[in-house]
Nanobody
Framework: QVQLVESGGGLVQAVGSLRLSCAAS????????MGWYRQAPGKQRELVAT???????NYADSVKGRFTISRDNAKNTVYLQMNSLKPEDTAVYYC???????????????WGQGTQVTVSS
């Protein structure tokens, strides 16, 4: 089965921290770019951060200096360390991989099921 599985969401007070994880299923043995998006109630899904396999990263301006994306390429896992959380960070966070390689070929536009992050003031 080809999938991304997130974990690590929850409820935290403002200025607290959370760490999200996203692991690709074993059937996906190589992924270049992995990233995190989020969607708050009534808003469009937005980019949070991305990381290439080589370690090039990109962040939304709203999270720069507070969030850190990292990868474990051997495990096809991506992490999002979120510090100094604000109530406006409250959203469902989704893991994404634009493409991946399986033994049957390429797969595209992979999304996790989402994990809720709630930051209380």
């Amino acid at each position: 089965q080809v999938q991304l599985v997130e974990s690590g969401g929850g409820l935290v007070q403002a200025v607290g921290s959370l760490r999200l994880s996203c692991a690709a299923s074993r059937s996906i043995f190589k992924i270049n770019t992995m990233g995190w998006y989020r969607q708050a109630p009534g808003k469009q899904r937005e980019l949070v951060a991305t990381s290439t396999r080589g370690g090039n990263t990109n962040y939304a301006d709203s999270v720069k200096g507070r969030f850190t994306i990292s990868r474990d390429n051997a495990k096809n896992t991506v992490y999002l360390q979120m510090n100094s959380l604000k109530p406006e960070d409250t959203a469902v966070y989704y893991c994404n991989a634009p493409s991946g390689v399986t033994e049957k070929g390429f797969v595209y536009d992979l999304w996790g099921q989402g994990t809720q992050v709630t930051v209380s003031s």
